[in-house]
């Protein structure tokens, strides 16, 4: 029986190449484009959906609790809007003429006249500042940073639930019913032009409350109360754990919980902080089922750990410490360090330090530095799987300015 003959030359050297770009990192998405250019036989390799899924699969961070894309920048609040701080050759494309959008100094994208609220699943949910604090004089709007694409979304209505404080967060419809929880990998949804959900919540004087917003009814539900200790919800990032959103109060010892599926809400008791002017992160934990938190002391960052218990809403557990002297350049604790933000599901968390803004792998305790400047009031990762090629070769042009 004779061999089958050996596949062309030019057949060879397309799985060489494709095996060479496989490996072009996730957070250099220009590198992608530049390739896509060379010539027409690389431009097809690298937006065909065999390279796509694989390079998706290569480089995606896999933890207990499931895959998470790689963080490509920031949202910061800088006081007149919002600024987009990369750290990858990612760029966004502006949100649109009517967002206000200016270009922003050190390579950062600013939104003049919006501040960030969340940032999830590829999406980043907004507010125009109106100078009024209250969600129902506030403009929310989604965007989608690869594409520009921004959604505003009605105003909140009028009810009795009249705040006193308040937060919201934006994610994908799926990850809101658990019988959709499958259907969907969160990788790249807000591209795929996927539908998203956005819950606000809130406090007054003897209440907390929730409004849900859905993209695909383009409505907001009718409001969830319950009443609740005397505290004010913070603005501080959200954590995604399970099937439920948590909301840091003020005060630091407790969490609102807005649970996705039976959209009941609850209070979280947290452990008690060290100092007192200590800033409580929420996040998932590995597995992201579970809650967790970060804060930070004089030198140290302190993570906890909530366990669940029979017939209790859980015991939190303090898992570790991670010393700061020895890792971060000299002089940058000279004023206390303060743990502004959590990355989702990749365990990094980004850190405010006298010398500038820091991220830092808990399980390599590598530390790299993202910005100088430290006068934000909010820090929110921006993660996604980016792949720009894909539009230049749809669209038969060269890449755009958000490549």
Not at 87 to 92: K, L, Y
Not at 186 to 215: K, P
Request: glycine content about 10%; proline content about 7%; aromatic content about 10%.
């Amino acid at each position: 029986m004779e061999a089958d003959p050996p596949p062309p030359a030019s057949a060879l050297m397309e799985e060489l190449v494709e095996e060479v770009l496989l490996r072009f990192p996730p957070a250099d998405p220009a590198s992608l484009v530049r390739a896509a250019l060379v010539c027409r036989r690389w431009r097809r390799l690298v937006t065909g959906p065999r390279f796509h899924r694989r390079y998706r699969d290569l480089h995606l961070h896999r933890g207990r609790g499931g895959s998470s894309p790689p963080m490509l920048g920031f949202l910061a609040d800088a006081g007149t809007g919002t600024l987009f701080v990369p750290t990858s050759t990612f760029r966004p494309a502006p949100a649109s003429a009517r967002a206000g959008t200016d270009g922003g100094g050190g390579g950062a994208l600013l939104l003049g006249g919006w501040l960030a609220l969340d940032a999830r699943h590829g999406r980043a949910l907004l507010r125009r500042d109106t100078g009024r604090d209250a969600p129902v004089d506030c403009q929310l709007a989604v965007w989608d940073p690869a594409t520009g694409r921004r959604t505003d979304l009605p105003r909140l209505p009028w009810s009795p639930y009249y705040p006193y404080s308040w937060n919201a967060a934006v994610l994908c419809a799926a990850a809101a019913t658990t019988a959709a929880a499958a259907a969907c990998d969160h990788l790249d949804c807000s591209g795929g032009g996927g539908h998203f959900v956005v819950v606000v919540v809130g406090t007054n004087h003897a209440e907390m409350y929730a409004h849900v917003y859905s993209s695909e009814t383009a409505a907001w539900s009718a409001p969830a109360s319950a009443r609740h200790p005397d505290d004010n919800v913070d603005f501080a990032p959200s954590a995604l754990a399970g099937d439920a959103l948590y909301f840091a109060f003020q005060t630091g010892t407790a969490a609102l919980e807005f649970d996705l599926r039976t959209r009941e809400m609850a209070v979280v008791r947290l452990p008690q902080p060290r100092f007192h002017w200590q800033r409580v992160v929420l996040a998932s934990r590995e597995d992201g089922r579970r809650l967790g938190l970060a804060t930070a002391g004089k030198s140290a960052i302190y993570l906890w750990a909530r366990e669940a218990r029979s017939g209790s809403d859980g015991d939190w557990v303090h898992t570790r410490a991670v010393e700061l002297d020895t890792l971060l350049p000299a002089g940058a604790i000279s004023a206390f360090p303060d743990v502004v933000s959590f990355v989702e599901g990749v365990g990094v968390v980004i850190v405010r330090t006298g010398d500038g803004l820091f991220t830092i792998d808990l399980k390599s305790l590598q530390i790299t530095k993202v910005f100088n400047d430290t006068a934000f009031s909010g820090i929110f990762p921006y993660m996604s799987f980016y792949t720009p090629a894909l539009e230049v070769a749809s669209t038969g042009q060269g890449p755009s300015s958000g490549a």
